[in-house]
Structures are given as structure tokens and as C-alpha cells.
T-cell receptor
Framework: AQTVTQSQPEMSVQEAETVTLSCTYD???????LFWYKQPPSRQMILVIR??????QNATENRFSVNFQKAAKSFSLKISDSQLGDTAMYFC???????????FGQGTELSVKP | NAGVTQTPKFQVLKTGQSMTLQCAQD?????MSWYRQDPGMGLRLIHY???????DQGEVPNGYNVSRSTTEDFPLRLLSAAPSQTSVYFC??????????????FGAGTRLSVL
């Protein structure tokens, strides 16, 4: 069975600085997908970034990038130039291809301070 | 552009009552699923469906029933609510093909309290 672990329940960062959120996972699969979802106080789940395990290149989306280390089963999220609107709960998630079932970590609550 | 629609947004039940959480999507997605979110535990899969007439259990299925009679709708039924079912419930949908990038789209959630 797959598991996803986020070991940082809470983090804070100053506005305009960079922060990295950690995620590790356990699987025996070779092909899979990894996601970071953002959940602001509105409760809506918003996809931030997606990584395909067979791609070595790390995914980037504007200020968001990942450090994907397949051998170490690590998938961290880096947020550059943090903005107040980045304040949210962030979830790391794993999915097997075409399975549709997401396995989530416990979440990291990020506060961006002015 | 409705996406995934969940109703109601909030609900308070008494122990033993039954209710149905509604979920509808207008994106012709084959895959639909229900998750519950509890503090410190992330989201956990309750039930899922890969198409009309096909459902299966997820990680925490006890106390919940589902059916999928149409592609668009995937209701979640609580037959006899218990305080342990107090949670925030999310419905998600997606297409399970490579062009869709395996992305799941979430509804806005239902906050349920069982007294």
C-alpha cells in the first residue's frame, strides 16, 4: 500500500521570501503521479503542480516548483517570492496511473506573514 | 462552467438520522470519488466509481453507501449518522486517460456535523 507523509504540520514565511514544504512517499510502483494541492480558508482544493514519475525534469508553475527525487521517494514544493495569498493548507498526494484514487499526506499549514 | 457541484454546503444531523450528500459533474468524467477530511489526517477516500454502474470501496467505507446510475451524479448516503462521521466531505471527478493528465477536480465540500 502507498503512503504519503508530510512531516511539517505548520510553517511560516515572510512575504517575498522562499519556503520549501516537504513530502515523502512510499510505493513499489515505478510509474505514478504526484501532486501538490492548495486549500485556502475557502476550503476549495486547488491543484498547484503535478509531476509524472517517469519524467526526470522537475515540474514548475510560475513561482511554484518541485524537487522530485525518485530514488529517495521525496517530492518537496518550493514557493518563491511568497505572497499573502499563498497562506493555505498544502497537501501532497500520490496517484497510480489511470487509477483515479488519490492518497494524501496529512497537510502542512503555511502562513505568509507581511 | 459548473465543474463539480456539491450540495449542501453545510448540514447538521442528529445521531441516527440519514441523509444524502449530492455530487454532480458536467465534464463527462468517468471517474468520481468521495473523500472525507479530518484534522491532521488529510483527505481519505471513502468510495469511488470508474463509470456508471460501477462502484468500489476506498480506505474508509464503513457507514457510507454510494451508487452511480448516471455518468454525471455520484451521491453519498449516510444511513444512520454517527458523531464519528462529523467531517468535511469532498467529491472529485476526473478522466482516466493520459490526455487528461490524471488530474482530479474537486467540489467545494460539505461540512457535516453529527450531534
Amino acid at each position: 500500500a502507498q503512503t504519503v507523509t508530510q512531516s511539517q504540520p505548520e510553517m511560516s514565511v515572510q512575504e517575498a521570501e522562499t519556503v520549501t514544504l516537504s513530502c515523502t512517499y512510499d510505493t513499489s510502483e515505478n510509474n505514478y503521479y504526484l501532486f501538490w494541492y492548495k486549500q485556502p480558508p475557502s476550503r476549495q482544493m486547488i491543484l498547484v503542480i503535478r509531476q509524472e514519475a517517469y519524467k526526470q525534469q522537475n515540474a514548475t508553475e510560475n513561482r511554484f516548483s518541485v524537487n522530485f527525487q525518485k530514488a529517495a521517494k521525496s517530492f518537496s514544493l518550493k514557493i518563491s517570492d511568497s505572497q499573502l495569498g499563498d497562506t493555505a493548507m498544502y497537501f501532497c498526494a500520490f496517484m497510480k496511473p489511470w487509477g483515479g484514487k488519490l492518497i494524501f499526506g496529512q497537510g502542512t499549514e503555511l502562513s505568509v506573514k507581511p | 462552467n459548473a465543474g463539480v457541484t456539491q450540495t449542501p454546503k453545510f448540514q447538521v444531523l442528529k445521531t441516527g438520522q440519514s441523509m444524502t450528500l449530492q455530487c454532480a459533474q458536467d465534464m463527462n468524467h468517468e471517474y468520481m470519488s468521495w473523500y472525507r477530511q479530518d484534522p491532521g489526517m488529510g483527505l481519505r477516500l471513502i468510495h469511488y466509481s470508474v463509470g456508471a454502474g460501477i462502484t468500489d470501496q476506498g480506505e474508509v467505507p464503513n457507514g457510507y453507501n454510494v451508487s452511480r446510475s448516471t455518468t454525471e451524479d455520484f451521491p453519498l448516503r449516510l444511513l444512520s449518522a454517527a458523531p464519528s462521521q462529523t467531517s468535511v466531505y469532498f467529491c472529485a471527478s476526473g478522466k482516466t486517460d493520459i490526455l487528461a493528465k490524471n488530474i482530479q477536480y474537486f467540489g467545494a465540500g460539505t461540512r457535516l456535523s453529527v450531534l
